[in-house]
């Protein structure tokens, strides 16, 4: 009975996960099925090993490598990284189903509590972290950060030059900044000049 609870708690944790915090902020069809699927199947197999000859072990290995291959196969972003780990703890907790039947219904709210919160519209919703191309090659760094302050009209946090090329003057910049405050609308009528900046910006 109670293995049968924590089953029905990773449905409930696994079903918040994805449609109540992933879909309404980011919606990739494409991973909504991956994380339902990862957390399904981990939990399943998990709980078929769990007092098999084989092991539990080599079970939990052989998904660690499927899940290092799926991340390899394409290029996800950290959040999304984030949930698809948060779905495959979440299987593991409930297949594995260790100690008290509080102890990984606990656990699976933390993680779900922890996503909820590292991933709020809130969390520092003004610092943002994009790839700009510079039209001049610079070699200081202290260049770089003044011009991306003056073309982006924010302080910058931090820089990663990734290229300097002196061929066709450019250089390409990981920056992360503060993002400035909304400007007011201007109302009708009104002759006040509405600030416009131009700057080369690839967002990856």
């Not at 449609?19 to 994380?35: E, K, M, N, T, W």
């Not at 199947?41 to 000859?53: I, N, Q, R, T």
């Not at 084989?54 to 799926?70: E, K, N």
């Not at 994009?130 to 039209?135: A, E, F, S």
Request: aromatic fraction near 6%; proline fraction near 6%.
């Amino acid at each position: 009975m109670s293995t049968l609870i924590v089953y029905a708690a990773n449905v409930v944790a696994i079903c918040l996960l994805v449609f109540a915090l992933y879909v309404p902020r980011h919606g990739r069809r494409d991973l909504v099925v991956a994380y339902l699927g990862v957390n399904i199947g981990v939990m399943a197999v998990a709980s078929a090993l769990l007092d098999s000859a084989v092991g539990a072990g080599l079970g939990l290995g052989l998904f660690g490598v499927l899940s290092i291959i799926r991340l390899r196969s394409e290029e996800l972003a950290q959040h999304e990284v984030a949930y698809y780990f948060a779905a495959l703890a979440l299987g593991l907790l409930s297949g594995l189903a260790v100690g008290p039947v509080w102890l990984p219904v606990a656990l699976m709210a933390l993680i779900v509590g922890a996503l909820w919160l590292g991933d709020h519209p809130r969390m520092l919703p003004r610092h943002r972290r994009r790839l700009v191309v510079l039209d001049h090659a610079y070699d200081d760094e202290r260049d770089v950060v003044t011009a991306l302050e003056q073309r982006l009209g924010a302080p910058v946090i931090g820089v990663n030059v990734l290229k300097v090329d002196h061929v066709n003057d450019a250089t390409t910049v990981d920056v992360r900044f503060r993002a400035p405050l909304a400007s007011p609308v201007p109302t009708e009528g009104s002759d006040a000049p509405v600030p416009v900046r131009r700057t080369t910006v690839v967002v990856p």
